[in-house]
């Protein structure tokens, strides 16, 4: 098990509400990223943080947001929930950028939107 | 785009046994990484191997092992000996050599079930 968490383990919100996702990663890991898994499907990239900036975004619309914070946590936002959106969102963390390094992800929040 | 694809969504193993599971990309670059997720029940993403294209020799960890062929861009798990704790789904993942892009693309993935 790694210690990359999240929280909450599951969330069922409203279309048209916002939600706020929490990832804590190991301690001293620089990076991280979020992934959306739809039910049956693989993961899909949306974005990367690398020291509280952004570095690299998938096909997600604006309303997908992320906070890093110095503390090695962060945060996914989605503003104007769409019932698409339902899915699980995982977190992942690496020490640094590089391919020498391995990404760990966190147990996910399971996200249903009604 | 770089892109993955699993052609078997379900796989089945008698325990003990030996099973493969397939796996083909495409892609233009020349220098990336390849990757086998396990996923279980418990959601968590755990990394079972991984290769570095620019390397020729197959990499194993243990009881897994790959067959990487680069210029059929086919990266197939096999896995022997299973185990009743291998139950899961497996991903495929890819990820570009090029310094700062650290996106992984996935595989829609293949279950796999151990028969006692």
């Known amino acids: 098990e790694t210690g990359v968490t999240q929280s909450p383990t599951h969330l069922i919100k409203t279309r048209g509400q916002q939600v706020t996702l929490r990832c804590s990663s190991q301690s001293g890991h620089n990076t991280v990223s979020w992934y959306q898994q739809a039910l049956g499907q693989g993961p899909q990239f949306i974005f990367q943080y690398y020291r509280e900036e952004e570095n690299g975004r998938g096909n997600f619309p604006p309303r997908f947001s992320g906070l890093q914070f110095p503390n090695y946590s962060s945060e996914l936002n989605v503003n104007a929930l769409e019932l698409d959106d339902s899915a699980l969102y995982l977190c992942?963390?690496?020490?640094?950028?590089?391919?020498?390094?391995?990404?760990?992800f966190g147990p996910g929040t399971r996200l249903t939107v009604t | 785009a770089q892109t993955v694809t699993q052609s078997q969504p379900e796989m089945s193993v008698q325990e003990a046994e030996t099973v493969t599971l397939s796996c083909t990309y495409d892609t233009s670059e020349s220098d990336y990484y390849l990757f086998w997720y396990k996923q279980p029940p418990s959601r968590q993403m755990i990394l079972v191997i991984r290769q570095e294209a620019y390397k020729q020799q197959n990499a194993t960890e243990n009881r897994f092992s790959v067959n990487f062929q680069k210029a059929a861009k086919s990266f197939s798990l096999k896995i022997s000996d299973s185990q009743l704790g291998d139950a899961a789904m497996y991903f495929c993942a890819y990820r570009s050599g090029d310094f700062g892009n650290e996106k992984l693309t996935f595989g829609t993935g293949t279950r796999l079930t151990i028969i006692p």
């Open positions: 992942a963390s690496s020490p640094d950028m590089g391919q020498a390094y391995e990404q760990y």
